[in-house]
Each structure stands twice: as structure tokens, then as C-alpha cells.
């Protein structure tokens, strides 16, 4: 049996999504540097902005499953056109993701944009930068 893809897990973590305000599913899932690989969903609330994207629940999933390296990502929707992560999940991807990590954002609609954790987020703020 072939082995799924990311994408592919990212696909079948959607529909597990909670999203009953924005009626807008997402799912995410993160291969990490050990090769295990975390699935997550968007969970929302109905105090808006209390929900969380699906890439955080990937990325408390690995964190749970031990890994801190982020090796690959995939993160799908429903949408004309590849759904990209906020900037606040760039910000919590980059923390865990070096530099020329692969990041594929995917429709369920066809389509997907390729990019690196660089070009999503140039200059991401780092611990280092608090050193005085
Ligand atoms: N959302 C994600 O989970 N990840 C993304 O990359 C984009 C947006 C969620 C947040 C909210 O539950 C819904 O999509 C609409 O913004």
C-alpha cells in the first residue's frame, strides 16, 4: 500500500473540523524532522476570536507527540484558491521550522501554491532577538 502524502492527511483531518460560525474547514498536518507525522483542525468558539486555526492544532499535537522540529507542512480548505495561514500561524510554524521548510497550501477545489517558511514569513521574530 502506498504511503498518503501530506496533503493527503490534511485532506481527511478537514473533515474532522469544528468550524460551525465560519463554515470555513481547515485542516493541517506536519511532518516532523523524527518522520511522525501530527494532524489538526480548526477549532472554533462562539467567542470569535477565541478558535483556533488548524495548523496550531498540528503544531500542539507534535509538541504532545514530543517532536519540536517541523520538517514539512500541508494545510487545506475549501476556497477558489490555495488557503495561505494567518500571520499568527506563520509566527508559530517559523518557531518550530528552519529555514527551507516546505510549506504546500492546497484547495479542496484543485490547485496548490508551494512556498518556503522564509518566503511566508521574512524576518519571523525569534527568541535570539531577545538576547541583550
Ligand atoms: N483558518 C485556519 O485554521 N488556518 C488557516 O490557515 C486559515 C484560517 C481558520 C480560522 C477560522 O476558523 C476559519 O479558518 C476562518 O478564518
Redesign the pocket.
Known amino acids: 500500500m502506498t504511503q498518503k502524502s501530506l496533503m493527503e492527511l490534511a485532506v481527511e483531518a478537514r473533515d474532522h473540523?469544528y468550524?460551525p460560525?465560519?463554515h470555513?474547514?481547515?485542516g493541517?498536518a506536519i511532518r516532523a524532522a523524527s518522520g511522525k507525522v501530527y494532524q489538526?483542525?480548526?477549532?472554533?468558539n462562539a467567542a470569535y476570536p477565541e478558535?483556533?486555526?488548524?495548523?496550531?492544532?498540528a503544531i500542539a499535537a507534535m509538541i504532545l507527540g514530543g517532536d519540536t522540529e517541523i520538517a514539512e507542512v500541508a494545510?487545506v480548505?475549501d476556497a477558489p484558491a490555495p488557503?495561505?495561514?494567518?500571520g499568527g500561524?506563520r509566527q508559530k510554524l517559523a518557531e518550530f521550522a528552519p529555514k527551507g521548510v516546505v510549506v504546500t497550501?492546497g484547495t479542496t477545489q484543485g490547485g496548490e501554491l508551494v512556498q518556503r517558511i522564509e518566503e511566508l514569513i521574512p524576518h519571523a521574530f525569534a527568541a535570539a532577538q531577545m538576547e541583550r
Not at 489538526?40 to 472554533?44: A, T
Not at 478558535?51 to 492544532?57: H, K, L, S, V
Request: net charge negative.
Open positions: 473540523a468550524a460560525y465560519s470555513f474547514k481547515v493541517a489538526g483542525v480548526n477549532v472554533e478558535g483556533t486555526c488548524a495548523e496550531a492544532g494545510v480548505g488557503v495561505t495561514p494567518c500561524c497550501m
